[in-house]
């Protein structure tokens, strides 16, 4: 099983970015897809997920109006779109497929955000 992510990179203070994070070994279709990030020195968190049905569930109220997840089934895509970028949103953000039991995780893409 593996989750790639991409799409990571340094940028300013509103400038977007899209994340991609592309599942193999698995039966994407079934499983629930999320993006989590983690600053340094804080715990990781939900950002947001999209469930098997393709509805969204945006979990932070700071990239509301801001952050979009989607997924492609026939591609075993999962993608973040980030808007209006901010400094506070600097993070590794990582990737999770969950299917009952079966949770998955990618390895994380950085996203810096700076003047």
């Known amino acids: 099983v593996q989750l790639v992510e991409s799409g990571g990179g340094s940028v300013q203070p509103g400038d977007s970015l899209t994340l991609s994070c592309t599942a193999s070994g698995i039966s994407f279709r079934h499983y629930a897809m999320s993006w989590y990030r983690q600053a340094p020195g804080q715990e990781r968190e939900m950002v947001a997920r999209v469930t098997t049905t393709g509805d969204e569930e945006i979990e932070l109220d700071s990239v509301k109006g801001r952050f979009t997840i989607s997924r492609d089934n026939t591609e075993n895509t999962a993608y973040l779109q980030m808007n209006n970028l901010e400094p506070e949103d600097t993070a590794v953000y990582y990737c999770?497929?969950?299917?009952?039991?079966?949770?998955?995780w990618g390895q994380g893409t950085q996203v810096t955000v700076s003047p």
């Open positions: 999770n497929a969950l299917w009952s039991v079966w949770n998955y």
